[in-house]
Structure formats: structure tokens, C-alpha cells
């Protein structure tokens, strides 16, 4: 199995602002996940990320407002640019168990609150 | 696509009660299908799979059968206790696709 973390594990922020969140496994894996899960919602897949090229993103997520970053096989960023109080959410980072495996590994999320 | 429909919650019990969570997904072909359960201010954890019909998966005291003629795989558990209280999510994923269709959520809440 892996183990995954994230920072921050919450956050306050002003309008306006961006926060970056980081998410570290502590295996090598090809693919990353990122979702949003907003208050009692279900998990919304925002972008798949792979080490060495352009993150993926679902219809309604856009790069300029979700930029992520994977330098490499154990760690990626997602940014919240410009933040507004619809964007305070739980932000997850997963990904699979292994090759040919469709189950996940998440992390224990990011909880965000904008003001 | 995939979709799933769980029922809404929250469901409440007292402890020692049975507990079914209903699930139905729309698939094309055959799913793999999951229960996730999130603990309050944790992550998801998987908590049982099945990837053909008549499989069942159990883990922790809970089953859940794949049902190909109704499309349901609801969760069970025989008697549930305080510590079972959190948001379980039921989850397909079809056609190779790495990345599961989850359902809402479905909070639970076991009392003393």
C-alpha cells in the first residue's frame, strides 16, 4: 500500500489569494489524482497529473485557476489561485494501488475554507 | 459513463443494530465496484471491493455482493458500533479506466 500525505492539513484564506497544497507518496507512482469534495458532496476529479508532462483536467477546471506541478514520481502541488469562498472545499490527492489496479490510495485531504 | 446512486443519509442506529447502505451504479460492460469509508478529518480508505458478479467483498465485519441482475452492490454489516460512524461512498469503474465514479456519500451515525 501507499502512504500518502498532504500540506497544509487545513487552511483560512483571504479572497483573492492562492495556496498552494502539496501531496508526497512514499513510493513512486505514474499517475496522480486531484479532487475537490465539497461540503457533503461526493469527490469531484479535477486534474491527473503525470510526472513529466501536462497536467489532465475534467470539464469545469481549468489550468489558470488550478495549476499543478509534478517534478516528480512521489510529489505534486495543486494551486487554488485567486481564491473565492466557493472554493473552500476538501482538496484530495490519490492514486492507484498499482499497475492494472483501479482502486485508490488517498490522502487525508485539505481542508480549505476562504473568506 | 459510470454513475452511481447511493441512499442519502444520514443514517442513524444505535449500536448493535444491522445496517444496509444501498447502492445501484449504470455501467457499461463490467464494473469493478467499491466501498470507501472516510473517518471524520481523514482521507478515503478503501474498505471493499468486488470486480465480477456473485463476488462478494468483506472487510472489517462488512460484505457487499455484486448484483449484475438488479446493478447493486449495497453494504451490510451484521452490528455496527460508534466507532463505524463516518461517510461511506460506494465507487464504480469500467471500461479500463483507472479512475472510479463515485457515488454521494452516505454518512453514518452509530449511537452508544
Known amino acids: 500500500s501507499a502512504v500518502i500525505s498532504q500540506k497544509p492539513s487545513r487552511d483560512i484564506c483571504q479572497r483573492g489569494t492562492s495556496l498552494t497544497i502539496q501531496c508526497q507518496v512514499d513510493?513512486?507512482?505514474?499517475?496522480m489524482f486531484w479532487y475537490r469534495q465539497q461540503p457533503g458532496q461526493s469527490l469531484t476529479l479535477i486534474a491527473t497529473?503525470?510526472?513529466?508532462?501536462?497536467?489532465?483536467?475534467e470539464s469545469g477546471f481549468v489550468i489558470d485557476k488550478f495549476p499543478i506541478s509534478r517534478p516528480n514520481l512521489t510529489f505534486s502541488t495543486l494551486t487554488v489561485s485567486n481564491m473565492s469562498p466557493e472554493d473552500s472545499s476538501i482538496y484530495l490527492c490519490?492514486?492507484?494501488?498499482?499497475?492494472?489496479?483501479?482502486?485508490?490510495?488517498f490522502g487525508p485531504g485539505t481542508r480549505l475554507t476562504v473568506t | 459513463g459510470d454513475s452511481v446512486t447511493q441512499m442519502e443519509g444520514p443514517v442513524t442506529l444505535s449500536e448493535e443494530a444491522f445496517l444496509t447502505i444501498n447502492c445501484t451504479y449504470t455501467?457499461?460492460?463490467?464494473?469493478?465496484l467499491f466501498w470507501y469509508v472516510q473517518y471524520p478529518g481523514e482521507g478515503l480508505q478503501l474498505l471493499l471491493k468486488?470486480?465480477?458478479?456473485?463476488d462478494k467483498g468483506s472487510n472489517k465485519g462488512f460484505e457487499a455482493t455484486y448484483r449484475k441482475e438488479t446493478t447493486s452492490f449495497h453494504l451490510e454489516k451484521g452490528s455496527v458500533q460508534v466507532s463505524d460512524s463516518a461517510v461511506y461512498f460506494c465507487?464504480?469503474?469500467?471500461?479500463?479506466?483507472?479512475?472510479?465514479?463515485f457515488g454521494r456519500g452516505t454518512s453514518l451515525i452509530v449511537h452508544p
Open positions: 490519490s492514486v492507484n494501488a498499482g499497475t492494472g489496479l483501479n482502486e485508490q490510495y
Open positions: 465507487a464504480s469503474s469500467s471500461g479500463g479506466s483507472y479512475i472510479p465514479t
Open positions: 497529473a503525470n510526472q513529466g508532462s501536462e497536467a489532465t483536467y
Open positions: 455501467a457499461t460492460g463490467y464494473p469493478s
Open positions: 513510493s513512486q507512482v505514474t499517475m
Open positions: 468486488a470486480t465480477k458478479a456473485d
